[in-house]
């Protein structure tokens, strides 16, 4: 447990009141119970629970001003206080230490110390697992894979043959990485080259041939990924994940593709086969990058865009097609305005018949 | 097994024939094969299939008129008596009785009476499962999670630990309850808030920080999750489904959401953090609402919707960005109108050239 | 392991170099290592690596021209040749020959010959499983399914009861396949027909009544399907993948669907209650189709595009609403055209202004 005042020093605030209450609970305001709940607020919205009188400790952004809590400490960039409060009040995903009864280890599989496997997971042969890696439960590790240290692999986790898994990544719920790359071709020129060379469907898809995948996944250290989420592997070579990088749920990773550092991939965002995310770029929730189409460093894609052509670095781009969010915004008032457009043409349209009828009626025609 | 009459009587229709007729089945008119099938036919075009011979017993709607089927029972309303007709003939997913031998439920979980709980199965410390709680195979419950009464967890359902879900829920396979918000922040400001403040990213994701996720989901009574769809808990407090709510396949509901009673949430629909569906809600496929955001009761957003603003309650929204349908039909009728815009100014064009030449010739300008 | 000469007249290249020369891998011409490395040149920009002399056997297209590889086989249509060269090169999947001792078989279940079933798959009551299937681990089959010959299921896939998988089918994990369709009726007309009968919502959804689903899945010979993608039950009759169907990761197939013969459907698409996708047809990367709409033989839906109404066959659509290809083109030359349209008219506002003006100054009204 920690005191009030150990917290204000942690996060880096200044406190006010008592700084010897020891602190059992964040909270959001609304849940605040007892003299040793921390009531978080975020927002200045956030302060109309205060006033119940339930709230006894509150840590709180400087703009709020003040506030009739006895106790609190006042902060800067909230947010990152929250990230700093939820390092102290972690509550770990359950895992008993060690390896479960009914856990299944390949006898060429080696296991480093002090992990928790749980029940049901599989480890195939020949793969290595790190020190102090937990499996929480139904996790399946193919053969010849590698999971580095302190990784967290959530329940129903699959991880296919020969994939490599970094440091401290932490993989949701039933994700599952190293899926076959979905790639064929057919014997002769099929309906979509056929698309892109004339416009129009003059040939067809009368046999699919697969490409099978003999690559793998390589994802990074401190990299997280979501439930639900899929890595497929490549196809001669590596699906890359870099360091650091953050995939939401339900996201969609093609084969071949390289994710850059730090890169923040939202919820249900699909990245076609063999395209390329930029470091440290964002791509906004359900947005889609093609087959092959890059997305520089530091863009920013907005939620829902469909990307169409390479993105440059530092870009924010928006819509589908995905067009520069000045652009975007350009259209935007531009299609606004088009009733007005069409009312003015229509008045323009009246005074020029007026002002024709005029001049016929003043000046007649020279052909009259 | 019912007899005709019995199935006419439960669902409200009127007989003609025989009422003593023994069903067996009810089938799609194309499936019908003996005198104890009973064929569906929920529109006139599926009529079609009486002319073989092969349907003795035909229930349908009124508006079909006669048809050739020995024994009938015509309704209004047919879904409803879809509904209907298939409690009666429900087949319900197999799960055997009692725990299976291979399940594995931690010494301090209880479980209630009349459970089937099927093979591979793991609940875990403190876990409390319900009376008559159905679970089919390698189902997980983390720690100290509750599961009311007549829930039914299909295969591979992952629920965290502490999460809570309600009676009579029902949860396909794969679907994940409980994984961590997808939460981060910049030491200093990033990328995404440069955009916002300035709209160019001026300032970069250099580190991104997580955001643990202390909370968990909340899923109230008769609650319906589809498959592969994903819950994850909340930052501090909870994310809520409500009372009867029911969500499709690969929905993603981020951290901290709150979906309304009797929500219809269609697939692949994306929820953002902290965002809310208000009461009765209708959200088509694909359709997406970002963080903070609020769709109000009653309001239906259309497919593939991009929601940018706040929706109002029984507002029909469409589009990417969403705008009312009204509006979006507007917008639709100018752009198809476009093309006659641009000839008619074209013309008018023509018609003022010709005009001012004609003055110019018959007026000569005053400077000259 | 095959010679260099082996593989040219497998794949049907003309080799120039050592024929005699035996092949270990086929690589990435990044990756190429050692005189058993044969790198695989999809494009003329990955002849760069060549010139750094460690790519000793090279396969590639007859376009990119001379290259300084000591051996090498020249070919056509690369992409095909690479499909050729992997069935040469797989890496099946790692699954033990025989039943694994975890592994859960009812029995009143019936397995073939030569079957690989991994840890922990159960297969229930009254399912036949064909020859030389291969399940990798918590693979779950429900009970009176069948599975053919031959077929490879991943890890932790789910198949529910009574659904019907065809010979050759390959299933990546965390599939669900044979979830229950999303179908509810109110009692009373609600919004949704209330917003379609009159544009507005009038009417409520009180109550949702669930329409069970009876119906299974059935999937044809050589049909894949990707990681975490569902498939529904029928409600009365079946949701049927035609042969040789390739569905992608993420995919969301409704009850009743039928996807035809050798379609593509690419990640993250998804097919509304009882709509139908024709032979051959191709549909991009989140592209969504609603309830009972079709898509025709051999058309091509873009990525994201939203269908609003049947599309013919050999259409090629896109945009949300979708629109055939050439509509969409004609529409964005336009918007791209507005600025200047709106110039245009100002222009010509002023044209008018000035020759109104001008007539004025010359010719007194008649009224004046």
């Known amino acids: 447990m920690k005191t009030l005042g150990e917290i204000a020093s942690y996060v880096g605030g200044e406190i006010f009141g008592d700084p010897s209450v020891p602190i059992e609970r964040v909270v959001h305001p609304a849940l605040a119970q007892g003299d040793s709940d921390l009531a978080l607020i975020l927002s200045p919205s956030a302060t109309s629970f205060l006033t119940l009188g339930r709230v006894k400790n509150a840590i709180l952004p400087v703009e709020v001003g003040a506030v009739p809590t006895p106790n ?76 580095g240290e302190d990784t967290l692999l959530h329940a129903c986790v699959c991880v296919g043959d020969r994939c490599k898994i970094g440091n401290r990544v932490i ?19 099929g309906s979509i080259e056929s698309a892109r060379a004339t416009g129009a469907i003059t040939s067809f898809n009368q046999q699919l041939i697969r490409i099978n995948s003999i690559g793998n996944v390589v994802i990074e250290d401190d990299v997280e990924i979501g439930a639900n989420t899929c890595i497929d592997r490549g196809t001669l070579g590596e699906t890359r994940l870099c360091q650091s990088a953050k995939l939401d749920n339900l996201v969609q990773v093609a084969h071949n593709v390289s994710v850059g550092k730090n890169c923040l991939i939202v919820a249900q965002v699909g990245l076609g086969g063999s395209s390329k995310v930029g470091d440290r770029a964002v791509m906004g929730g359900q947005a889609g990058l093609p087959d092959h189409l890059k997305v520089g460093d530091d863009a920013l894609v907005q939620a829902q865009a469909g990307i169409s052509k390479n993105v440059p670095e530092r870009a924010i781009v928006i819509g589908s097609p995905a067009v520069p969010n000045r652009q975007f915004l350009e259209r935007e008032f531009r299609l606004k305005r088009l009733p007005r457009l069409t009312a003015e043409l229509k008045e323009l349209q009246a005074q020029v018949a007026a002002l024709t009828e005029r001049v016929n009626s003043l000046l007649p025609r020279s052909s009259e």
Chains 1, 2, 3 share one sequence.
């Open 72 to 147: 609190r400490i006042v902060v800067t960039r909230p947010r990152l206080v929250l990230a700093r409060l939820l390092e102290l009040f972690e509550r770990p995903v359950y895992v008993a230490p060690g390896i479960h009864p009914t856990a299944v280890i390949d006898p060429s599989a080696s296991v480093g110390k002090n992990v928790s496997i749980g029940p049901f997971c599989w480890i195939g042969p020949k793969s290595r697992v790190g020190d102090r890696v937990r499996m929480v439960c139904h996790v399946s590790v193919g053969a010849e894979a590698a999971i």
């Open 171 to 189: 993989v949701q719920s039933n994700a599952s990485i190293g899926a076959d790359g979905f790639a064929y071709v057919t014997p002769e020129p």
